[in-house]
């Protein structure tokens, strides 16, 4: 994706700080992980991770957490993204789907092990390659 010009942005919900399973230092960690092993394969590509620490079980009302689409029009404004019609959202959740819709995204659901409504994305696929393969073929 990198090497068409394409910014990828990692937004997610992280319900489980809010309900204690873990802290936000853990995800952090987690996350620096992911970079750090795409890193080693050559593929420093993320170019910034968003994430909502709430949940609505714990009274958190927010406009960050997916279906909102809170975490990309921060990333738009972040990042000077522009236009959002001209950006992807893969997502495998209806709340993913529904986030980049709202933001004006074109959206890919990858189906999954979470029910759908495949019909909703502009565009579906079995796994995250060929969503790929999708955007840079678009």
Do not use: W
């Not at 590509?45 to 921060?74: A, N, S, V, W």
């Amino acid at each position: 994706l990198k090497e068409n010009n394409f910014k990828v942005i990692i937004i997610t919900n992280q319900a489980g700080i809010a309900k204690g399973y873990y802290t936000e230092k853990d995800m952090n960690l987690c996350h620096d992980f992911l970079k750090e092993c795409l890193k080693k394969e050559s593929a420093n590509i993320i170019e910034r991770i968003y994430f909502c620490p709430h949940h609505q079980e714990r009274g958190d009302d927010c406009t960050c957490r997916k279906p909102h689409p809170g975490m990309i029009l921060k990333a738009k404004e972040d990042l000077d993204l522009g236009d959002l019609s001209h950006y992807f959202l893969i997502g495998d959740k209806d709340s993913d789907i529904e986030a980049g819709k709202a933001a004006g995204c074109k959206t890919i659901v990858i189906k999954g092990k979470y029910p759908i409504n495949t019909n909703a994305a502009n565009y579906c696929t079995e796994d995250l390659y060929t969503a790929v393969k999708e955007i840079v073929i678009k």
